[in-house]
């Protein structure tokens, strides 16, 4: 992949095989593994359970176009989980953000949808935009977009409830497409209220709410949406949903399932531009099956998050010894350490205090020292693997860091 090339170093390590918390690279070094596959491993690697229920379907077969009977275990499961009763399978995040925002636009017949300025929701079009002085541009790096974003999407600060009102003034916003607590500018957590002041005015203005918990399922077995009782009208989730089998998938409400079922007509229900050949294949629903029921448990929350509040606690005893003007947040099994004294309140007080260099060296000195972290931010993920000992490493590996940097 062509973001490989963003790794700290001159070049990727290469992976022999991973067990748990730690892999083995090709030099048979060992490491632990703080990235997870930037989520996609939140089980730890190779989870026991969806090993043995991804090679038994396997040997049953791995896509068939119909589904198999996982599609209604995992149908009641993601509906007791989240709070939506309908629910649909594709492979990634990626898909089932486009999936929905396209249903979004066809229910609604509005044609923009809304993000929050530094958002990542995957490579969706409509996504890859920025604001620069208050207009909204192609993000840099946008290799040829279809159309000006503009033209697609607006975008406002996260925790901008007025500039939140005034973009959805004009009724013809389809949805707003977001993280509950944005994570991939760093962790910006919503201001008291933001949640409620969000949902009120996408229901007044006839905007349907996607809220996007790929990251936030971080926070519980539920994500944020059943820790904080939010109610979106989709929800949508990919990466650590299948143990790291492409797999992810979408809810949607009732009333959206009511809405969506009365407009198909049977003989064009393939050609909607949702979906995929693939999408709900036997082997995906096997692994997520075996994932929710025995490895992304409440159980495993109960041991992850506080080893979440261990590295955090770790490394904000280091920025404190060292006096440096940094932070680290934490949002469930997720921790990550910024270089700001506080908190970001959205995603431009996030995003200006980015500082490459430092940030490949804190990356290199890490991996040099045995330990992975999650690229292009300062991110740790904790899974229900990871030990006691495995954090205190890091505590000691990042003192070291910081220590040599300062001295
Ligand atoms: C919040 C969020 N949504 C969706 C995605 C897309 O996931 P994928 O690349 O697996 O399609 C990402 C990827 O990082 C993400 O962070």
């Known amino acids: 992949m062509n973001w490989m ?35 996609g491993a939140m089980t730890g690697h190779a989870p026991a359970a969806a090993v043995e229920a991804v090679a038994a379907q396997a040997r049953r077969g791995m896509t068939f176009m119909l589904p198999t009977e996982d599609a209604v275990w995992l149908g009641e499961e993601l509906a007791r989980r989240f709070g ?61 977009p279809p159309v000006d974003p503009a033209e697609t999407t607006r975008v406002v600060e996260f925790n901008d409830l007025p500039a939140l009102e005034a973009a959805l003034a004009q009724n013809d916003v389809a949805c707003v497409l977001a993280e509950p607590v944005m994570t991939n500018i760093g962790i910006v957590q919503p201001e008291p209220g933001f949640h409620a002041a969000l949902r009120e005015a996408t229901r007044r203005t006839g905007t349907l709410l996607i809220l996007d918990e ?23 989730i990919g990466k650590p949903i299948a143990g790291g089998v492409p797999a992810a998938v ?3 409400s009732s009333e959206l399932a009511r809405r969506i079922e009365s407009g198909i007509r049977v ?47 770790g490394v904000a005893g280091v920025i404190a010894e ?13 921790a990550e350490y910024w ?32 330990i992975l972290m999650t690229p292009f931010h300062n991110m740790a993920l904790v899974s229900p693997a990871t030990t006691e000992a495995d954090i205190d490493l890091h505590t000691r590996v990042f003192r070291e860091s910081v220590e040599a940097l300062a001295g």
């Open 5 to 39: 090339v963003r790794w700290a170093g001159r070049f990727p390590l290469f992976v022999s095989e991973g067990a748990g918390a730690h892999f083995r690279d090709a030099d048979g070094l060992d490491y632990l593994d703080l990235c997870l596959g930037d989520t």
């Open 84 to 144: 939506l009763p309908y629910w649909q399978a594709t492979l990634t995040a990626t898909d089932a953000n486009r999936f929905a925002i396209r249903l979004a636009r066809h229910l609604t017949g509005r044609p923009k949808i809304l993000v929050f300025h530094w958002c990542y929701h995957g490579t969706v079009d409509e996504t890859f935009v920025t604001l620069r002085n208050g207009t909204v541009e192609a993000r840099p790096g946008n290799l040829g």
């Open 214 to 236: 790929t990251h936030t399922i971080s926070a519980g077995p539920g994500g944020c949406t059943r820790a904080w009782g939010l109610s979106p009208d989709v929800l949508t």
């Open 250 to 252: 979408y809810g949607v």
């Open 267 to 313: 003989d064009e229900s393939d050609t909607g531009g949702i979906g995929g050949t693939l999408a709900g294949n036997a082997l995906s629903l096997a692994a997520m099956r075996a994932t929710l029921e025995s490895v992304l448990t409440e159980e495993a929350y109960a041991k992850t998050i506080p080893l979440a509040r261990r590295f955090a606690e």
């Open 322 to 334: 060292q006096g440096l003007p940094w932070h680290v947040a934490q949002l469930g099994c997720r």
């Open 339 to 370: 270089f700001r004294p506080t908190p970001p309140r959205n995603g431009s007080e996030a995003a200006a205090a980015i500082d490459p260099e430092l940030d490949r060296y804190m990356h290199l000195a890490a991996l040099n020292r045995g």
